[in-house]
């Protein structure tokens, strides 16, 4: 599961819509670490040769991936699941890495085999996490913004 964030993830993460008290009154960690979290969007912006480009990669991942999990556990771990189908059988059900909230929990940095991000958060709920981050490949900077859902 070599993937940003998931997929890429290889993997956008502070502004707060509280839609109800439960969402204002937990901290970040609490939200995050409260179940399992599910890519449900995923648009990829980058500027090539002058023409500024948006990508779906959420519209173009195969449906194999867009199964697939994450979970926060509380000690700071990362469990990355494949879901019910796997692209490759060969593919490990799950993998494992570390995150943690930084700069006043306005950001995520996950660490897990190829994967490596600091993300910022844009927004978190108890429902929904959405995160920002700029991945530099050969000069030409990609800004990848993802939304999870909690299943």
């Known amino acids: 599961m070599k993937k940003p964030v998931f ?3 290889g993997l956008g993460l502070a502004l707060f819509l509280g839609a109800c008290d439960k969402d204002s009154d937990a901290s970040n960690t609490d939200k995050l670490t409260n179940g399992q979290w599910k890519i449900t969007s995923w648009v990829a912006k980058f500027t090539f040769n002058g023409v500024d480009q948006t990508v779906d990669v959420y519209a173009q991942s195969p449906a194999c ?7 926060f556990n509380t000690d700071g771990t990362l469990v990355l699941d494949e879901g019910a189908t796997k ?12 995150w943690e909230l930084t700069q006043n929990e306005t950001h995520l940095v996950v660490t897990s085999g ?3 991000f600091d993300a910022e958060i844009v927004e978190l709920t108890d429902s929904k996490l959405t995160v920002e981050y700029e991945v530099n ?4 900077v990609t800004t990848n913004e993802i939304v999870f859902e909690k299943i």
């Open 7 to 9: 997929y890429l993830l």
């Open 65 to 71: 991936d867009k199964d697939d999990f994450a979970e």
């Open 87 to 98: 692209c490759n059988p060969i593919d490990p059900q799950q993998e494992t890495g570390t």
């Open 114 to 116: 190829d994967l490596s």
């Open 137 to 140: 490949q050969n000069g030409i």
